[in-house]
């Protein structure tokens, strides 16, 4: 009885990180069909920022939750301006402009950082579960990544801002002929975007430690699930990493975690062989 | 507007050239009445925790040697490639060293899957090759030279101590899941159950894992009295992170012979680290006149940004040194001469004490030490002299058949 109840905790974490890593991509790829392949980057940068921030004596949960994101925001509102918002539209351009962009801020992040920075440890302490233990942290991860659901479907489905990002997303050219400007939507869209990605890798930060090459180990995984996910940003996020979630934390748990991964891939890709355009592609099909 | 953007895309370039160019070759000095010799080791990329301090203390000993005057009148040229943990560059710069630079010596490869990329390649180009890096033990190659340790020297004498110490019986292996970790937990496994012991568990994991969290909750199911940890990379200390976010940290006793190579035990807060017992031919904690001069060197040549030195380092550094004193005594630095005089009692009083070549099968005999993290730095419990590759040596004689050239995995010792 308290395994099950330890594996259910287990399969809510492995789902909610995996939705948290995928978030700024299913902004900046779902919304934007911009593949950015810096997003691992994005990810790494708020790890840093975390660490750094904590070390300064900020608490902890301000530096995830607030600083992080603010920082790796600001990053990625730079970097649109600077070269993705040049390639708007030009998708093959994109991939190879944001790859660079990956390989420039790893090298940065060896030579400003280094590979030894010291690491953050979780807090909050643990609960038990019978003869288990299992982080408070984690389940922390679920709550925030819930909250964080919760309130960008609640941005999206009923305010302004939301159905105007919509709106830019689904025809920017009608969009600007209503009188909105699509540059400064997509500026926004990929500043949130970005600010997402840094939160993400703020919040796994204390878990995963930072390296300058943390991001490769997520960047694949969340290319996946969004792709899994199709059409509606959050629906799909939400369903596509809870069912890979679940399916590679079981059969992790059955068996090892290099089965785990292949099942994980092995589920997307009977997925997608079926499902062209992804879950939302054929189910949940007006949803956000 | 357009001005402004050209020079901020040209200073944008000039900012991208400067980060590279130091990246790919660097060189010592240029070439001419010089001995060459190469390292290829990883500087960046995912293995640069582990290549980074071994490229340091190279350069420190060829430094030292080139200061008194050089190898037989000549200066010695250290050409250092980055392979940027990438197999196939290995291959290449392999070649390049060996045919275009026809460098006298190559020294580097950190994974024994980098090892065994460029081991035949060398021998195919004879040109001699030493590995500073301690793995599962087994390469039986004359061209080759290893100034690590391998499990007969540090598994040997870790477990039994660490299993009497806590009246262990049942061990839990995790390890990193290509040839390293799989070779080295059989040895584990033959080391306890030789003890007593068992081992109740083992699991392996590719080196991009980042989530422990299933395998946590498998470790205290399975309820066993030590964890063995073979795990590999920068990646893979998330455990020890998740490990303590669950509240375990210090429940169980941890042994590995591979923690700590990778900044583990300094990038890792102490209560995530304290306890964790590991044997190496060398740490940086040693309270010797030999060490604390050596770092003084290293201190001295790199300042604040000296690297911690672990076993790695400091056999890259015994690895320059017995090259170094064989070109002396053979008179020359072809390759055959070399050999045979690193294969007549070749010794090297180093930073960890004495480095012998073992010429039957070209590892190193040298002391090996254990210790126990705490606050972030190794504690020396005990220390034992002179230790020989043995596991190596039952499958590996290079005196009886100079023209092996295998990569034991020595299932002999399967239990």
Known sequence: MDYVIVLILQILFSVSSLALVCAGLAVIFGMMRVINLA???????????????????????????????????????????????????RMIDTMLATWGLSLLLIGAATM????????????????????????????????????????????????????????????????????????????????????????????????????????????????????????????????????????????????????????????????????????????????? | MSLKRRTVLKSGAAMIGTLAAPGLITRAQAAGDTIKIANITDVSGGLDIYGQPQVATMQLAVDEINQKGGLLGKQIDLISYDPQSDLQLYTQFATEAATRERVSAVFGGITSASREAIRPLLRRYQTLYFYPTLYEGGACDRNYFCTGTTPAQTIEKLVPHV???????????????????????????HYVESHGGEVVADEYFPLDVTEFGPTIKNIQAAKPDLLYTLLVGGNHMSFFRQWAASGLAGSLPMFSTDFGVGNEHIVLSSEESDGMYAAYAYMQELDTPANMAFLERLNSKFGA????????????????????????KAGTADRMPVIETLEANSVVDGPGGKSTIDPATHHCIQDVHIGVVKDNAFDVLKSFDQLAPTDTAEVCDLIANPDDNTHYTITSRDG
Request: hydrophobic residues 55%; positive net charge.
């Open chain 2, 163 to 189: 299993m009497d110490k806590f009246n262990g019986k049942k061990v839990y292996v995790i390890a990193a899941d290509y040839n390293y970790g799989w070779i080295s937990a059989r040895w584990v496994k």
């Open chain 1, 112 to 288: 400003l950082f280094g590979n030894s920075v010291a690491g953050i440890s979780a807090p909050f302490g643990s609960f038990t579960v019978g003869q288990y233990r299992v982080s408070v942290y984690e389940m922390f991860i679920v709550a925030v990544t819930l909250v964080l659901l919760i309130g960008c479907y609640l941005l999206l489905r009923f305010t302004r801002l939301g159905l105007i990002a919509r709106g830019t997303m689904q025809n920017s050219e009608m969009a600007a002929s209503l009188g909105i400007s699509p540059s400064k939507v997509y500026s926004v869209t990929f500043t949130a975007g970005a600010a997402l990605s840094g939160l993400a890798g703020a919040l796994l930060a204390p878990l995963s430690g930072v390296v300058p090459t943390m991001g490769k180990a997520y960047v694949a995984k969340a290319f996946i699930t969004v792709i899994s996910g199709g059409e509606a940003i959050l629906t799909g996020l939400v369903s596509a990493s809870g069912l890979l979630g679940s399916v590679g934390t079981l059969t992790t748990f059955a068996t090892t975690p290099v089965v785990g991964d292949a099942a994980l891939l092995f589920a997307a890709i009977i997925l997608l062989r079926f499902l062209p355009n992804g879950i939302t592609g054929r189910f949940f099909r007006r949803s956000i």
């Open chain 2, 305 to 328: 940004g000296a690297p911690y030195i672990n076993e790695l380092a400091s056999a890259a550094y015994y690895a320059i040194y017995h090259w170094a004193q064989a070109v002396e």
């Open chain 1, 39 to 89: 997003h691992g980057e994005f990810i790494m940068l708020g790890g840093f920022t975390t660490v750094f921030a904590t070390q300064a004596g900020i608490p902890i949960v301000v530096s995830m939750l607030v600083v992080a994101p603010a920082i790796v925001a600001v990053i990625g509102f730079v970097i649109e301006r600077l070269v993705v918002r040049h390639l708007y539209g």
